[in-house]
């Protein structure tokens, strides 16, 4: 178990809906990373906060966007979903001291949009 | 931008033998090299990683070598066994954040039995 947390596991929806992915980080990491991982792809940066403040983006498209909250949980939202938007997002934390670039991934949301 | 290469796409070996996956990057600053494995339907999860002040680094069966003037990674899995069987990502960085982290493509490893 990395001790990252990600609701729900799997989320089934309708193209045009809108969807809130939700992520807890390790206890102590200030970091939250997002990434989008399509079938047999590899692994897609979406957008980093760091203690609240977005600290890096990556490919995220306009319709996607993201926050973290006070208590450093993150949540990813989706919205005019595409039928191309059906991919597994996951989650990572890191920012312990001593292992900020050690990414610990969460168990993944696997998005379906019929 | 910053790139990270990584070959083969996919590599079956026969179970007992040696796998290797190699990965190239391109921004010279990059100075650590994680590696990441991913079991069908799981998390990445960081199996190995290597500093650039360091060439080689090892860890039971597996091993990661670098070579800073050829911008060149590899992970070494020796005597390979079921478990094995996974997508293998390569990554490099620079700085103290793992937000400047490039990942290769994935490598998906099978092992014959």
């Known amino acids: 178990d990395s001790g990252v947390t990600q609701t729900p596991k799997h989320l089934i929806t309708a193209t045009g809906q809108r969807v809130t992915l939700r992520c807890s980080p390790r206890?102590?990491?200030?970091?939250v990373y997002w990434y989008q991982q399509s079938l047999d792809q590899g692994l897609q940066f979406l957008i980093q906060y760091y203690n609240g403040e977005e600290r890096a983006k990556g490919n995220i498209l306009e319709r996607f966007s993201a926050q973290q909250f006070p208590d450093l949980h993150s949540e990813l939202n989706l919205s005019s979903l595409e039928l191309g938007d059906s991919a597994l997002y996951f989650c990572a934390s890191s920012g312990r001291q001593g292992s900020s670039e050690k990414l610990f991934f969460g168990s993944g949301t696997q998005l379906s949009v019929l | 931008g910053e790139n990270v290469e990584q070959h083969p796409s996919t590599l079956s070996v026969q179970e007992g033998d040696s796998a290797v996956i190699k990965c190239t990057y391109s921004d010279s600053a990059s100075n650590y090299f994680p590696w990441y494995k991913q079991e069908l339907g799981k998390r990445p999860q960081l199996i190995i990683d290597i500093r650039s002040n360091v060439g080689e680094k090892k860890d039971q069966r597996i091993a990661v070598t670098l070579n800073k003037t050829a911008k060149h990674f590899s992970l070494h899995i020796t005597e390979t066994q079921p478990e094995d069987s996974a997508v293998y990502f390569c990554?490099?960085?620079?700085?103290?954040?793992?937000?400047?982290?490039?990942f290769g493509s994935g490598t998906r490893l099978s092992i014959r039995p």
């Open positions: 990554a490099a960085s620079r700085g103290s954040s793992a937000s400047k982290i490039i």
């Open positions: 206890s102590g990491d200030l970091s």
